[in-house]
């Protein structure tokens, strides 16, 4: 969406404050479109079958304004459908990436079975804990290496009994995708990919299956242009293009500057006509090693240069957690919101079930800091009382040197918090090892009557500590 | 009645009602066809499966009207049917090419892409020379030239002068470091030349960092003058550009500093840093007085930045083209994208014509290490999935915390792993064009064994 200002939004919504979308106003209604916090979907009346007459018009002329400059493309069906493209900007601090880049990692039909569903279920289960949320992998590409339409038919089918996660089916043999799509197209796989051989063909499944389709033309923008023009005319509009991924030398440039020409003739430039989402192979790293190590470490940089520009969707293919977590962090990190202040709610809060023995710990309220925290203590079952104090979502070690995070403040926030240190049986509270030289202040302060415990310095050590340290010693 | 009605309810009323003749019955309500024909519209498979579907209904009916012993076998003949229910053939013609079907064409459209350049990078960054030959007055075996960039990093809007280089920390003292670090410099870790030496013969470091740590009040508290013998040992072992770095202690750091320019006289050495914390005013003149190039450093805030390096030109009087900015690496994972997006927001603004934000920058991209991701043996989350191994880990997560800040806009770039180090070389220089490598054929990645 090229539009800024809400006026222009206004004028195609009902004007009429219904509040029916939780707003006060159609303006403010407006301004969240803008920012795209809200979504048309929720202005129930433009909706309403009655008023068809008086909104449609309004409706229509909405959406297409309204529309992300990178076109928004769903695979997948369900809760574990994922969104991509939907891209409005060039640099992130405009005003948010939207749509992480999901990340397929790659099969194969000459896996045999074990081997196939062991891995298919390592893809399904992964996890890391992030900031308060569970980073997981998104999709599963399954690649015909058999050209057996047969082969690829069954190894398809093994993958959805084994996961409800999104499926890219990748040959270039029409047939051997529809085999493909004959086990899954219900749930909406991405198919990859028509290339300038195979169109036609490819064209005819997209259609008679409805779903989305890869369209591929390496190194060659125009020929890529040409098939999305040609896709769009028969009606195909769910796209998402592959221009090429090499994975190293002066191709590798190319390949760069390729992704960084199409998202800025998308949402600089508005070139609505051929602006889909775009697919980054990082996997074609391994096509230049047969070191693991070196593999692995080759597709994480490439991924991280398509990470910052361009990319909508990748495949990939290691899974060893040394490549896989810099690479979900890197993602995660570029595609947080900017707008968004990365705080949590200053208070005390309870983890597990503590009670009047429990230990309390403190820590600040920026959000990493404290899920991570949190984070710490819960997966190890301690149950306790944690407090984030406020220091404008600063961490512990920056907001000590800054003075967001002193003694005084220390004190104020267990008082709000009403804490009442002589219910306690230890009467004492744990300071973040970062905090260290606050502790006599903090006993001065207290007139002795709680003691400042130091904790230690990275909280991911604190089950250590409490073994130790925990109950503290009269 | 404003309910829809199925055709298995109506029997189902009909026979409830036991009715024997529709005599007095009227259907009443709408008879609602919902069509979804997706994004193609009305194709022949559709067509196909509705017409069954019409045909089916149709049979149904057909029975049910028997059942109450209407002669439904007189509408049946054809030629009754056609007249019955059959539209003219004039209409039908109209309707049908009023549906767009589907129709694969036989060509390709043909098609040009175009797309511009960013029109308002008007401004160059200034380009900054570090280290100084005998023939100009330093002692280096050759310089370095960062900066000069006219587009944003490996954008095709113009081509990057300089390519981004790394200086590997050396410390005056041994330190505590994470075991993936600690492995490369156990040998060296007593003796800063040797420590440099190996950095730039071993690890193909571009420049080599000595931070005077040992000053530090807390530390040892070595004085300013002792400090500054390691300057000239590192001096001595490696011919590379220097860049020399306090204690962060902000009293300390004005002297030890001041001192470290002295001895490196003439050398054009990036003397790290000065600050709105500290005296950046004497560190500012320390640096012009001896011919040294000035790290200006702020903590990840655009507008505290524009403010240092307006002081130093402005008030210490530091030459433009020996300025170059620190703005903050906050790791992977641990900030990141703040520091991402500063420095992307600085290195615009700079293409943009900022004169106070146009000079290369520096990351300290060894506070990766920092992180917990990239040191610990296991997850302290008892429910991530397992971390592997740390030995691989530590260096891929200095590895992208460095290549993302590249893309940011990073000239100069402070590591430690020798691993990191290479991978990072590597990319930023593959993404400029300079590395030649046959490309493998990526048109059959869909069947390549891995």
Request: charged share 25%.
């Amino acid at each position: 969406m090229k539009e800024t200002s809400p006026l222009n939004l206004y004028k195609f919504l009902p004007q009429t404050n219904c509040g029916d979308c939780g707003e006060q106003t159609c303006m403010a209604f407006a301004a969240g479109l803008i920012n795209r916090e809200r979504t048309v979907e929720e202005c129930k009346p433009l909706f309403d079958e009655k008023k068809q007459k008086k909104y449609a018009k309004k409706l229509a002329k909405l959406r297409d304004v309204i529309a992300p400059e990178v076109a928004l493309v769903y695979i997948g069906t369900g809760d574990k459908q994922v969104k991509v493209g939907g891209e409005d900007v060039m640099y992130r601090h405009q005003m948010t990436f939207f749509n992480k880049p999901p990340f397929a990692y790659d099969v194969t039909d000459s896996m045999n079975e074990a081997d196939l569903v062991e891995r298919v279920k390592l893809i399904d289960t992964w996890k890391k804990f992030y900031i308060g949320n569970w980073e997981e992998i998104e999709m599963v590409a399954v690649r015909s290496v058999t050209g057996d339409a047969d082969k690829f038919a069954k190894c398809v089918k093994k993958v959805v009994e084994n996961t409800d996660k999104p499926l890219i089916l990748c040959s270039f043999d029409p047939k051997v995708l529809k085999a493909g799509l004959e086990v899954c197209a219900e749930k909406r796989p991405l198919i990859y990919a028509a290339t300038k051989e195979n169109w036609k063909e490819v064209a005819q499944l997209a259609y008679d299956y409805k779903v989305p389709v890869t369209l591929r033309a390496p190194f060659d923008l125009d020929g890529l242009v040409s098939m999305v023009l040609t896709f769009k005319e028969m009606g195909i509009n769910d796209l998402v293009l592959d221009p090429g991924t090499a994975p190293n030398g002066e191709k590798l440039q190319e390949t760069l500057q390729n992704f960084i020409k199409l998202r800025r003739a998308a949402v600089e430039e508005s070139q609505k006509d051929f602006s889909y989402p775009v697919m980054a192979l990082p996997i074609n790293a391994w096509m230049t090693t047969d070191d693991p190590v070196r593999g692995a470490y080759w597709e994480s940089v490439i991924s991280a240069a398509f990470v910052c520009r361009g990319a909508d969707i990748m495949v990939r293919h290691s899974i060893e957690p040394h490549s896989v977590m810099p690479d979900m962090h890197m993602r995660f990190n570029i595609y947080t919101d900017p707008r968004t202040p990365v705080q949590v709610k200053p208070g005390l809060n309870k983890v597990g079930k503590p009670n009047e023995d429990s230990p309390i710990f403190l820590t600040t309220n920026f959000a990493l800091t404290y899920y991570t925290v949190e984070s710490d203590l819960g997966s190890n079952d301690i149950d306790c009382y944690l407090l984030a104090v406020n220091t404008d979502g600063i961490g512990v070690q920056a907001s000590v040197a800054g003075g967001q995070l002193t003694p005084s403040k220390i004190k104020d926030a267990f008082a709000e918090a009403e804490v009442d240190f002589a219910k306690t049986s230890h009467k004492s509270f744990i300071l973040p090892g970062m905090a260290a030289k606050f502790s006599g202040e903090l006993d001065d302060l207290y007139k002795y009557e709680v003691k400042a415990l130091v904790g230690p310095e990275d909280s991911g050590r604190i089950p250590g500590w409490m073994e130790k340290q925990w109950p503290p010693k009269k | 009645m404003g309910e829809k009605l199925s055709i298995s309810d109506l029997n189902k009323k009909l026979a409830e009602m036991d009715v024997k003749s529709l005599e007095g019955i009227t259907i009443e309500g709408d008879i609602e066809l919902e069509i979804d024909a997706g994004a193609g519209g009305v194709g022949p498979l559709f067509a196909y499966y509705f017409g069954e579907e019409v045909a089916k209904v149709a049979v149904q009916m057909v029975n049910m009207a028997k059942a109450f012993g209407y002669p439904v076998d007189n509408l049946l003949q054809p030629v009754a049917v056609a007249q019955a229910v059959s539209p003219a053939p004039d209409e039908l013609a109209k309707a049908a090419a009023a549906i767009p079907a589907f129709k694969i064409p036989d060509t390709l459209k043909s098609a040009k892409f175009q797309v511009g350049t960013d029109k308002t990078w008007k401004t160059q960054i200034q380009e900054v020379q570090l280290g100084a030959t005998k023939s100009e007055g330093g002692s280096r075996g050759h310089v370095i030239k960062i900066g000069g960039e006219k587009a944003m990093p490996f954008f095709y809007d113009a081509a990057m002068p300089n390519r981004p280089v790394v200086t590997i920390d050396v410390f005056d003292m041994p330190i505590g470091m994470a075991k993936a670090v600690k492995m490369h410099y156990d040998d060296v870790m007593s003796d800063p030349a040797d420590w440099a030496k190996k950095a730039v013969k071993e690890f193909g470091a571009d420049l080599v960092t000595t931070h005077l740590i040992s000053t530090d009040p807390l530390i040892k508290d070595t004085s300013a003058k002792e400090a500054v013998k390691v300057v000239e040992d590192v001096l001595q072992a490696v011919d590379v550009p220097i860049v020399i770095g306090g204690s962060g202690n902000p009293e300390k750091d004005v002297e030890v500093l001041s001192k470290a320019c002295e001895v490196a006289q003439g050398e054009r050495a990036l003397i790290a840093s000065a600050s709105l914390n500290l005296d950046w005013e004497a560190i500012g003149k320390a640096c012009v007085a001896t011919d040294n190039v000035c790290l200006a450093w702020t903590q990840l805030e655009i507008n505290a930045q524009k403010e240092l390096d307006r002081k130093l030109m402005k008030v210490a009087g530091v030459p433009r083209e020996s300025i170059v900015m620190d703005p903050t690496t906050a790791a992977l994972a641990y900030g990141m994208d703040f520091a991402y997006s500063n420095m992307e927001r600085i290195r615009l603004g700079g293409l943009k014509g900022d004169q106070e934000l146009n000079f290369p920058m520096s990351s300290g991209t060894t506070n990766a290490w920092g992180v917990r991701e990239a040191w610990m043996v296991r997850s302290p989350n008892k429910n991530d999935s397992d971390w592997g191994d740390r030995m691989l880990r530590g260096p891929i997560w200095e590895i992208l915390t460095g290549f993302s800040l590249a893309m940011a806009g990073v000239d100069i770039f402070m590591m430690m792993n020798p691993i990191a180090v290479t991978y990072l070389q590597e990319i930023t220089q593959s993404l400029m064009g300079l590395i030649k490598a046959e490309t493998p054929d990526t048109a059959n990645w869909i069947t390549t064994e891995v």
